[in-house]
């Protein structure tokens, strides 16, 4: 049986090699030969391919499945091999400042000398570009010498990876080898901001808190006028879905519900499956634990996950937004 459009054989597992100096090497040499390589970023796992070679992102779409009019994250060493590809404004420069190498991607316009695959950027004349912080990915980009597109390394539509496990259960033989650096930090995708047209523009909430960012460069819109799916083709409403159901602003989880709580106010003890994303009430701690705890109690026999309020504010936006389209299309 083959796992959707890659080609591979399910069950043929990928190679997982804890992300040492020779794994890394490795993973570069992969890369160049045009494979695809899951990597740990501080955000989520990335799945990560040559973004200068056409059939390397090819492959990242057939391997998640992913609709080739959604656009991937570039991701780069150091700001300045990301201001080779693409036009940096006042504003760009102070938020590069500022926020990298972290999690901020910014879509930028295409300079006319970018060497970035057209399909990377579903022909946008627009890149997302990143320097992303966590030291595994920033030494395999260093390594591999070129930049690296790469989504979330999920199916398409589904809960994205925050350990090399969750890559595997996700991706099976699709992908040639997983550097495993532990659990992801933040948990949360990046912020995607676009400048690339007029006022600053919040496509995604994610790991830099809308805060901290208008604290840099003054106020920000927020996404979802008429032309929304146009500007960020990737935001389709349902989004990072589980099997089961959410149930979103729960108190209690009815018969047959598992329980996903926050704060010390959470029940403990329930008949079903029960965890709490942060028992201090915590929104960053929240994030990271987010989509572990939803694919550990997204098991058969439950009919729901409810899950319980969390605080709009700092990561919680971003939380509230992948539970939002979790959710959505689910009765
Ligand atoms: O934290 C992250 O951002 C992770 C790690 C691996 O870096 N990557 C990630 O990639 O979340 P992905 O492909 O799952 O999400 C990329 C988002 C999508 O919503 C996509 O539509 C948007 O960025 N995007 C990419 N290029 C764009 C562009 N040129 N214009 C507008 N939106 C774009
Ligand atoms: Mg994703």
Known sequence: MTARGCGKVRGVGPEILEAGVAAIARAAELIRAGDLVAFPTETVYGLGADATSDAAI????????????????????????????????????LLAKSFWPGPLTLVLPRRESCRISLLTSSGLDTLAVRVPGHPIAREFLAAAARPIAAPSA?????????TARHVV?????????????????????????????????MLRPGGVSREAIEAVIGGIAEFGG??????SPGLQDRHYAPDRPLRL???????????LGFGRDAPKSLPGDVMNLSPSGNVDEAAANLFAMIRALDRKGISAIAVAPIPDHGLGRAINDRLRRAASGDA
């Open 58 to 93: 090819a492959a990242i779409f057939a391997a998640k499945d992913r609709p080739t009019f959604n656009p991937l994250i570039v991701h780069f060493a150091d700001p300045r091999a990301a201001s080779r590809q693409v036009a940096f404004d006042a504003r760009a420069r």
């Open 154 to 162: 999920n199916v398409s539509g589904r809960v994205s990876p925050t």
């Open 169 to 201: 259960d996700s991706l099976d033989g699709c992908v040639s080898l997983i550097l495993d650096g532990g659990p992801c930090e933040i948990g949360i995708e990046s912020t995607v901001v676009d400048l690339s047209g007029g006022p600053a523009l």
């Open 226 to 231: 008429g032309d929304a799916p146009a500007k």
């Open 249 to 259: 602003n729960a108190t209690r989880a009815h018969a047959g519900e598992a329980f």
